[in-house]
């Protein structure tokens, strides 16, 4: 699915910081090589992680749901010197390729890469979290909000992709399937969660930004 028209989306690349070379080579190699790489957070979205990143400045990152590597690399930018980033994927598989761009990006001994399942792994990481990103299986994102929110810190962020869903959470409630349902829930869970600030951005398939107050 365009999120976009091809001109509006052609004129914001224009005007937007371009996309480091690393990035770009595994943009390529993931449309390339990966199936559904759709999944990919890409240019736009990319940049905005980064630049999210750079804004709350976190020392602990979590990611869950690595895919090819490409959004932890783009929330590494913002870390503070020392920083980490703890990313977590079920599919072992992509672990070859998302080593080596990590190598590439010279970020080994900044992005831990954890393979297994995301609900298991995340009681075992020490210490607080600065930053959550949220972008692995759908039905599992309230699962996942409640899993760390006690470890992210007062004015932390949890941030969830794809709570717009290419669109099917406005369709009549007899057509949706459980993808759609469980990120629908997210979004009402989440704004109805008097711990957090909450606002839903309309970018590319939907970012719901929460902070801890």
């Given at each position: 699915?365009?999120?976009?028209?091809?001109?509006?989306?052609?004129?914001?690349?224009?005007?937007?910081?371009?996309?480091?070379?690393?990035?770009?080579?595994?943009?390529?190699?993931?449309?390339?090589?990966?199936?559904?790489?759709?999944?990919?957070?890409?240019?736009?979205?990319?940049?905005?992680?980064?630049?999210?990143?750079?804004?709350?400045?976190?020392?602990?990152?979590?990611?869950?749901?690595?895919?090819?590597?490409?959004?932890?690399?783009?929330?590494?930018?913002?870390?503070?010197?020392?920083?980490?980033?703890?990313?977590?994927?079920?599919?072992?598989?992509?672990?070859?390729?998302?080593?080596?761009?990590?190598?590439?990006?010279?970020?080994?001994?900044?992005?831990?890469?954890?393979?297994?399942?995301?609900?298991?792994?995340?009681?075992?990481?020490?210490?607080?979290?600065?930053?959550?990103?949220?972008?692995?299986?759908?039905?599992?994102?309230?699962?996942?909000?409640?899993?760390?929110?006690?470890?992210?810190?007062?004015?932390?962020?949890?941030?969830a992709d794809n709570v717009l869903w290419s669109g099917k959470i406005i369709e009549p409630s007899e057509n949706l399937d459980a993808d759609t349902l469980s990120l629908i829930a997210?979004?009402?869970?989440?704004?109805?969660?008097?711990?957090?600030?909450?606002?839903?951005?309309?970018?590319?398939?939907?970012?719901?930004?929460?902070?801890?107050?």
């Open positions: 699915m365009d999120f976009l028209p091809e001109e509006i989306e052609n004129y914001i690349i224009k005007n937007t910081e371009e996309e480091p070379a690393v990035l770009k080579e595994l943009n390529h190699e993931t449309w390339e090589k990966v199936l559904i790489p759709r999944m990919l957070s890409g240019h736009i979205q990319g940049r905005v992680l980064s630049m999210l990143s750079h804004m709350i400045q976190p020392t602990t990152i979590l990611e869950i749901g690595t895919y090819t590597g490409y959004s932890a690399i783009c929330l590494a930018e913002g870390l503070q010197e020392g920083g980490k980033v703890h990313t977590i994927d079920i599919n072992e598989e992509l672990e070859v390729m998302v080593s080596t761009y990590i190598e590439k990006a010279h970020l080994t001994n900044t992005i831990i890469n954890h393979i297994g399942n995301a609900m298991e792994i995340i009681p075992t990481l020490p210490g607080t979290l600065d930053l959550v990103f949220i972008d692995a299986d759908k039905t599992n994102y309230s699962n996942y909000f409640d899993l760390v929110f006690d470890k992210v810190k007062t004015g932390g962020y949890i941030i997210y979004s009402e869970k989440i704004n109805n969660d008097d711990r957090v600030q909450n606002v839903l951005f309309p970018i590319r398939d939907g970012l719901m930004i929460a902070r801890k107050k």
